[in-house]
């Protein structure tokens, strides 16, 4: 069927596939950026998952969105419970002063499992986080 990557069974199975892959990407990114102070956390709320860094100033959020893709956003401060419940995070807009920035990517037909893949996928992450920290994590000197 062309249209089951839209399920919530499709969702969750894809994210069981990467997430593990996001996971060590942001414990680095913790890790070299932050020193470990950030917080990573995967949760779960009304079967959606996602993981999360949370810093002082900011949190990222990684979310698996129906189609096979993942979304990742910037926000000043946590998102309420009260939006995580929408079907789709970006379904309705979060107040204008609390969402920073973000991006999504499409990870349909794309083998979790091939080392290449691995490889392609950690590096376009680091390159993304990268410039998320540049644009939007750290102000600028002027």
């Known amino acids: 069927m062309r249209f089951k990557d839209l ?3 499709e969702t969750q199975s894809i994210w069981g596939k990467w997430k593990y892959l996001i996971r060590e990407v942001l ?8 020193q470990g102070r950030g917080n990573i956390r995967e949760n779960s709320y009304n079967e959606r998952s996602y993981l999360s860094l949370e810093t002082k100033r900011e949190c990222l959020y990684v979310f698996p969105v129906p189609g096979n893709a993942l979304l ?6 946590k998102i309420q419970q009260e939006r995580l419940k929408l079907k789709f995070a970006g379904e309705k ?10 991006f999504g990517l499409g990870i349909g037909g ?18 993304a986080l990268r410039k998320i920290y540049r644009n939007y994590w750290i102000k600028p000197l002027l």
């Open 72 to 77: 990742f956003s910037v926000y000043r401060h």
């Open 93 to 102: 807009p979060d107040d204008e002063e609390n969402l920073i920035g973000g």
């Open 7 to 9: 399920s919530q069974e």
């Open 27 to 34: 414990d680095e990114f913790n890790e070299d950026v932050y």
């Open 110 to 127: 794309v083998s979790a499992h091939s080392r290449a893949v691995k490889t392609a996928f950690q590096t376009y992450l680091e390159n």
